[in-house]
């Protein structure tokens, strides 16, 4: 069975709902429609819901039975600054806003996992829905977590998913351990002395200075972080200068980080620092770093890897499963939540054929093929994890 037949009887609902919240896709923490929608679809479905944790965030609670026995769910509900190139009947109504990274979607088969479970109940304990504002960059989990995401509404254990443009629908791939990156961002503002072009002796050129310190940022990788490790540094903005005679005052470089681990990420702020400050200091210029670590890396823990690995092979089978994906350098908020709680983190298919358009892309869509397998595998993780007990 491909996904849960009574879940397959709403795939059309499903999808309308996806096309809805996808032509109308809104920012982190300006969410008010969608949460909107959300907050009436669950309590139109039966289930109690608490809005405003983390700003425009939700979480709706359903229970059954009396134990005490808890589980998480999450998706994510934010769109991305970009101006959507597809021409479908559901493409965004708002110019430079669009859901280019499938949030529509995982809000969509989290919502449709919610209405099989309230309807069907065949669980003894309590589940929490988790709707996420803010993903992409602005801190949506750690909003929620700083409102008491977990102390109000506790959970055993968490599970998330994302869609993976390029591996087919009905496919899964998750990894135990380290599976995506944690991820910062930097800004270096070089401080030199403005002078007039062709007088370069009067001045210190903050350009040569921030050219010396973008080369030199490349020994970060190379030449401090032990092999093993993994760790990307990109300088990819580097802004200076308005005039062909100026020899400007400042030049101000910016950045992305990534690695694995917090130790490495702090060793590379440690060396990003001193190598902008000293480069700088021996060309008589000054250098200031903002560095900004956004996002931990996301880690699987063990048991509830396996865990939603099996409940993916009840869905969809053996052969869909990938329990050795890969690892991505990209980052996810979500890993906050991870820190917090003992969870996992799943990759569902969008399609390998027209759906392997890469996500952040403006001719990306959700596949809502994918819908039911999604919103099956949200339930069984409640039915298995939540199992009645006999008698
Ligand atoms: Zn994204
Ligand atoms: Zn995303």
């Known amino acids: 069975m491909p996904a ?27 969410e008010t429609r969608t949460s909107d929608l959300v907050a009436q ?15 425009t965030g939700l979480v709706g609670r359903l229970r059954a039975g009396n134990s005490p026995r808890t589980i998480g769910l999450r998706a994510d509900m934010d769109c991305l600054p ?23 979607g995982h809000t969509t088969m989290l919502l449709g996992a919610a209405k099989y479970l309230a309807a069907t109940k065949n669980f003894d304990g309590t589940v929490h829905f988790i709707f996420q504002p803010a993903e992409e960059g602005l ?4 909003a929620m977590l700083d409102d008491g995401l977990f102390d109000r509404f506790p959970c055993d254990v968490i599970f998330g998913m994302h869609n993976r443009p390029g591996l087919a629908v009905g496919k899964f791939q998750i990894r135990p351990g380290p599976m995506m990156a944690g991820g910062g961002s930097f800004t270096i503002t070089v401080t030199g002395v403005g002078a007039h072009g062709a007088r370069p002796e009067a001045g210190v050129d903050p350009i040569v200075v921030g050219s010396q310190i973008a080369s030199a ?13 993994t760790a990307v540094v990109s300088v990819t903005q580097f802004h200076a200068g308005h005039a062909f005679n100026v020899i400007p005052e400042k030049a101000v470089l910016g950045g992305t980080v990534r690695c694995f681990s917090e130790g490495v990420m702090s060793l590379i702020e440690t060396n990003m620092r001193r190598i902008a400050e000293s480069v700088a200091a021996g ?13 931990p890396p996301l880690v699987n823990h063990d048991e509830p ?3 939603i690995a099996d409940c993916a092979i009840e869905v969809v089978g053996a052969d869909n499963v990938n329990r050795n994906g890969p690892v991505t350098m990209a980052s996810e908020d979500y890993a906050a939540m991870l820190k917090a709680v003992p969870g ?48």
């Open 283 to 295: 060309f008589g210029a000054k250098a200031e770093l903002d560095f900004r670590a956004l996002f």
């Open 4 to 30: 849960d037949d009574r879940i397959l009887a709403f795939h059309d609902d499903m999808t309308a709902w996806r096309r809805d919240i996808h032509a109308h896709p809104e920012l982190g923490f300006e």
């Open 41 to 55: 679809k669950l309590e139109e479905f039966g289930v109690e819901v608490t809005r405003g944790v983390g700003k």
């Open 139 to 142: 801190g949506g989990a750690q």
């Open 217 to 229: 940022l490349q020994t970060i990788v190379s030449r401090n972080v032990r092999p093993v490790d």
């Open 344 to 391: 996992a983190y799943i990759q569902i298919g969008n399609g390998d054929g027209e759906g392997a358009c890469e996500v952040h892309n403006p001719g990306y869509d959700f596949n809502d093929g994918a819908l039911p397998f999604g919103a099956s595998l949200f339930a069984r993780l409640v039915e298995k994890r939540l199992e009645r007990l006999a008698g």
């Open 305 to 307: 890897t396996q865990f």
């Open 82 to 104: 970009i101006l959507e190139a597809n021409g479908f009947a559901h493409r965004s109504q708002h110019a430079g806003k669009m859901h280019a990274c499938g949030h529509d």
